[in-house]
Nanobody, 125 residues
Framework: QEQLTESGGGLVQAGESLILSCVVS????????IGWFRQAPGKEREPISC????????SYDGSVKGRFTISRDNSKSTVYLQMNGLKPEDTAVYYC??????????????????WGQGTQVTVSS
């Protein structure tokens, strides 16, 4: 089973930027994707962005589109989430996970229930 390790979170002010990293170890089928999810206090975990491992196709939730950019470096087995223009409502624990894909038929949804420890992002106003 693959392991995913998130890092890069922190405390920032509104409008600032952070970049999160997700290091993937173990074997993942190349028809899968990697996605970033977040869970705010008292709320359910939600998908925010996914990227296909094979062709780099991406998807974004509307709440982050235009502010966040997902990318991958397959040579480093790492997926990044560049977060610009952070808002207090972006405050959450951010997780990465293996996902089915980036489209309606292969959605940005987790494959199984394999989660890392997450990384806390706190945005002050």
């Amino acid at each position: 089973q693959e392991q995913l390790t998130e890092s890069g979170g922190g405390l920032v002010q509104a409008g600032e930027s952070l970049i999160l990293s997700c290091v993937v170890s173990g074997f993942i089928e190349d028809y899968y994707a990697i996605g970033w999810f977040r869970q705010a206090p008292g709320k359910e975990r939600e998908p925010i962005s996914c990227i296909n491992y094979s062709d780099g196709e991406t998807s974004y939730d509307g709440s982050v589109k235009g502010r966040f950019t997902i990318s991958r470096d397959n040579s480093k087995s790492t997926v990044y989430l560049q977060m610009n223009g952070l808002k207090p409502e972006d405050t959450a624990v951010y997780y990465c996970a293996t996902t089915y894909g980036t489209t309606y038929y292969s959605p940005c949804a987790p494959v199984g229930d394999n989660w890392g420890q997450g990384t806390q992002v706190t945005v002050s106003s």
